[in-house]
């Protein structure tokens, strides 16, 4: 596997629903983003993790759970999401803050 | 935060040139402006940046104005693969969104073959 891979791809869950995204980055980098990508909406950067620390938090609602066990691993932890969560949840990496972002395809969420 | 404007949507022909325009007349002096595209179906990825001088690399040429309140991305030669939404974004150096990148609504490039 090379770049940024995210999984599952495509998600359905109901709102009562637990579930969990996984992101691994293969490039040695030391910062990870979660975007969210909603239909007609701008990429909106939801939180930000440097050496495993989380950095940024942009007032994500706290059904949105964030875990970072290591440089190379992200997760997103889902729990009573809405219907308006639905959308393509990205995933990227950076060496440092401040150099290029790599994103990873993103999984496509539907909740119901 | 600095905001840019880009035009909704655009077309192109294949193999000519294609000239991306984008206006910051918000810009700060230690805002660089970064490019990245977003293909359909997936992620957005970098294309190129820069502070105050023209820059070129193998994907794209970036052209920025004198005072800096605008710039314009250049495709030399558009293909097919270039069919993109393509954000223009101010990443500041310092401050409180220091190293984000805003995405805005960008512009959707087509490229008719």
């Known amino acids: 596997e090379t770049g940024v891979t995210q999984t599952p791809r495509h998600l359905v869950m109901g709102m009562t629903n637990k579930k969990s995204l996984k992101c691994e980055q293969h490039l040695g980098h030391n910062a990870m983003y979660w975007y969210k990508q909603s239909a007609k909406k701008p990429l909106e950067l939801m939180f930000v993790y440097n050496f495993k620390e989380q950095t940024e938090n942009n007032s994500v609602p706290s059904r949105f759970s964030p875990e970072c066990p290591n440089s190379s691993h992200l997760f997103l932890h889902l729990h009573t999401l809405q219907p308006e969560d639905s959308a393509l949840y990205l995933c990227?990496?950076?060496?440092?803050?401040?150099?290029?972002?790599?994103f990873g395809p993103g999984t496509r969420l539907t909740v119901l | 935060d600095a905001k840019t404007t880009q035009p909704n949507s655009m077309e192109s022909n294949e193999e000519e040139p294609v000239h991306l325009p984008c206006n910051h007349s918000?810009?700060?002096?230690?805002?660089?402006i970064h490019w990245y595209r977003q293909l359909p179906s997936q992620g957005p990825e970098y294309v190129i940046h820069?502070?105050?001088s023209n820059v070129n690399n193998r994907m794209a040429s970036l052209a920025i104005a004198e005072d800096r309140k605008s710039s314009t991305l250049i495709l030399h030669r558009a293909t097919l693969r270039d069919a993109a939404v393509y954000y223009c974004?101010?990443?500041?150096?310092?401050?409180?969104?220091?190293?984000?990148?805003?995405f805005g609504k960008g512009t959707k490039l087509s490229v008719k073959p």
């Open positions: 918000t810009i700060s002096g230690t805002d660089y």
């Open positions: 974004i101010l990443r500041a150096l310092y401050g409180g969104s220091q190293g984000n990148l805003i």
């Open positions: 990227a990496s950076s060496q440092g803050s401040f150099n290029e972002q790599f």
């Open positions: 820069g502070l105050t």
